[in-house]
């Protein structure tokens, strides 16, 4: 029988993973099946226990379950411990339920080798201090950056995210207009733009050898993206990348085998 694959979530039919892991499995030549799941708002356990009950042999969980899979799921990997999130379930030998999150390793592996950006020794800026950057901030510090800052609106959020990270790596903490010097790389992991919206930040957080990336994408430059353009950053990206590579990261658990993103990371732009 093909082996089944889904994304869960609430909404889920614009989910670009199935297009992605189908891309996948052709280029690697497995036999798979892989479609998107409509979890109700309070229903997403049984939804993940009927699938695997079923034989399915794995998920990714999105908006807005990964909190749930991350309780439900009975082993983590270390970087979903920290994560609070689980992105991607699967079985092991004793049928145990495995949670990994590999949104950070995405976020990474598009920075270093898609982007050819290291973060070794980088001053790094992130914006935001929700889910999105608590899922990405642990595979970001075991790159060894020289710092990493925090900036939030709320920056009693941007505290905690600090204090619970404080045993790999002392991360510094802001409000957006205070931020007083310029930065190698700027991550935005707010979801402002979602709202045509933009932290308000000063200037001088840009120069001209500044890597920007936004972690949301469209058919057109984010607004983050924008701004950082305006600014005479030296290169603005966005998180395009980032999905294409934590679903890469996601099948190699899977599979054991590893794609090649570039021309797929391609199609997918093709097709916004
Ligand atoms: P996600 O899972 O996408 O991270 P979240 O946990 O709700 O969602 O976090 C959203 C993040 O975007 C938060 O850092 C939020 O700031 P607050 O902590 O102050 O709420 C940030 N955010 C959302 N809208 C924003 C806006 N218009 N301007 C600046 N920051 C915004």
Redesign the pocket.
């Known amino acids: 029988m093909t082996d089944q694959y889904a994304v869960v979530g609430n909404p889920i039919a614009h989910s670009k993973s199935p297009v992605i892991h189908q891309l996948f499995a052709e280029q690697t030549h497995q036999d798979l099946a892989y479609k998107t799941l409509l979890a109700p708002l309070d229903g997403f356990e049984q939804v993940v226990s009927d699938f695997f009950n079923e034989g399915g042999k794995g998920l990714n969980v999105t908006?807005p379950f990964?909190q749930n899979a991350w309780h439900y799921s009975q082993l983590l990997t270390e970087a979903a411990k920290k994560a609070g999130?689980v992105n991607t379930l699967w079985l092991n030998e004793e049928n145990l339920l495995c949670g990994d999150n590999t949104d950070g390793v995405g976020l990474v592996t598009d920075l270093e080798i898609n982007q050819q950006v290291l973060l070794v020794n980088k001053k790094i800026l992130i914006?935001?201090?929700?889910?999105?950057?608590?899922?990405v901030l642990e595979p970001i510090i075991t790159k060894q950056p020289a710092s990493i800052t925090i900036a939030?609106?709320?920056v009693s959020?941007?505290d905690k995210l600090a204090d619970d990270f404080a045993d790999l790596m002392a991360i510094e903490v802001s409000n957006?207009t205070e931020l007083n010097e310029t930065f190698d790389i700027i991550i935005n992991?707010?979801?402002?733009s979602?709202?045509g919206?933009?932290?308000?930040l000063p200037d001088r957080v840009i120069g001209s050898q500044t890597i920007c990336y936004d972690m949301m994408y469209g058919a057109e430059q984010t607004a983050f993206n924008q701004w950082a353009q305006e600014k005479g950053s030296q290169k603005q990206i966005d998180g395009l990348g980032m999905l294409v590579e934590q679903a890469a990261a996601a099948f190699h658990i899977w599979r054991e085998v590893n794609p090649t993103t570039k021309g797929i990371i391609k199609e997918i732009r093709a097709g916004l």
């Open positions: 908006v990964k999130a914006l935001g201090a929700g889910g999105a950057v608590r899922g939030n609106r709320t959020k941007a957006f992991g707010t979801s402002a979602l709202q919206d933009l932290p308000p």
